[in-house]
């Protein structure tokens, strides 16, 4: 709740009555809450690097069937989509990172960030939950 009055110059209104309300938008909400990497946050080139994401409601209920696609920014970016999370809201995605070759993952300091969480009905709260974690 809240007054609302309002100054200009030298003259100031009357505060008004007061004022509350309920967003009506927050139904259909979804977010992660919680964004981190399984084993640690430093890896070695050649491995698999999994992140878990907890997605939750307007109300912090966890969320089924969603899917959380990341960004992962750092000396060799790239894109993620999640498997649907369970009835626990946890959804997991997997980067294979490469030891060798043309398209190998270089080592240095990565950030992975939530861009988007997609469930039929719903929409996305759109705060970017991060992890950091570094490749060696």
Do not use: K, M
Not at 29 to 54: D, M, N, P, Y
Not at 65 to 70: E, G, K, N
Not at 120 to 126: E, I, L, R
């Amino acid at each position: 709740c809240y007054t609302v009055a309002s100054t200009y110059a030298d003259c100031e209104s009357l505060p008004s009555g007061v004022l509350c309300g309920t967003p009506s938008n927050q139904a259909g909400l979804i977010g992660v809450s919680l964004l981190e990497t399984v084993g640690g946050t430093v890896f070695t080139a050649g491995g698999v690097v999994t992140f878990q994401a907890a997605v939750v409601d307007h109300t912090g209920s966890p969320v089924a069937d969603a899917t959380v696609h990341l960004t992962v920014d750092g000396p060799s970016p790239t894109t993620l989509v999640s498997n649907p999370s369970g009835a626990d809201g946890v959804a997991t995605a997997s980067w294979v990172t490469r030891r060798r070759g043309p398209n190998r993952t270089l080592a240095g300091v990565y950030t992975a960030t939530v861009t988007d969480v997609v469930l039929a009905g719903s929409v996305w709260d759109g705060v970017p939950a991060s992890a950091s974690l570094t490749i060696q």
